[in-house]
Nanobody
Framework: EVQLQASGGGLVQAGGSLRLSCVASGLSFDEYAIGWFRQAPGKEREGVSCIRSDDGNTYHVDSVKGRFTISSDDAKNTVYLQMNNLKPEDTAVYYC?????????????????????WGQGTQVTVSS
């Protein structure tokens, strides 16, 4: 069973930074993707960033490009989301998720229906 543990959220002023962590366990293959999603009150859960374990491919949605960076530490089974220059509109519960991928097929999955396993969320609040 795949388990994901997200942490690192908090309260920060606009312009500040946070680093989220997602520790993954139970992945039985080496070809997988980890995605970060967020859900603000009253809104749909949306994809933010993703990273593939097989080729290191990453993707960030336009609203966070240049501010957020996804990375991984395979030795720690951990994926990070470094968030800089945070804005009030980044306020949301952030979730990490995992799905298996096939090398050579597809890019970095960014839609929630593409993911099978989800961690609990971590709250990020950005004050203006």
């Amino acid at each position: 069973e795949v388990q994901l543990q997200a942490s690192g959220g908090g309260l920060v002023q606009a312009g500040g930074s946070l680093r989220l962590s997602c520790v993954a366990s139970g992945l039985s293959f080496d070809e997988y993707a980890i995605g970060w999603f967020r859900q603000a009150p009253g809104k749909e859960r949306e994809g933010v960033s993703c990273i593939r374990s097989d080729d290191g491919n990453t993707y960030h949605v336009d609203s966070v490009k240049g501010r957020f960076t996804i990375s991984s530490d395979d030795a720690k089974n951990t994926v990070y989301l470094q968030m800089n220059n945070l804005k009030p509109e980044d306020t949301a519960v952030y979730y990490c998720a995992a799905t298996y991928v096939v090398t050579g097929f597809g890019g970095c999955p960014i839609f929630k229906y593409e993911y099978d396993a989800w961690g609990q969320g971590t709250q990020v609040t950005v004050s203006s």
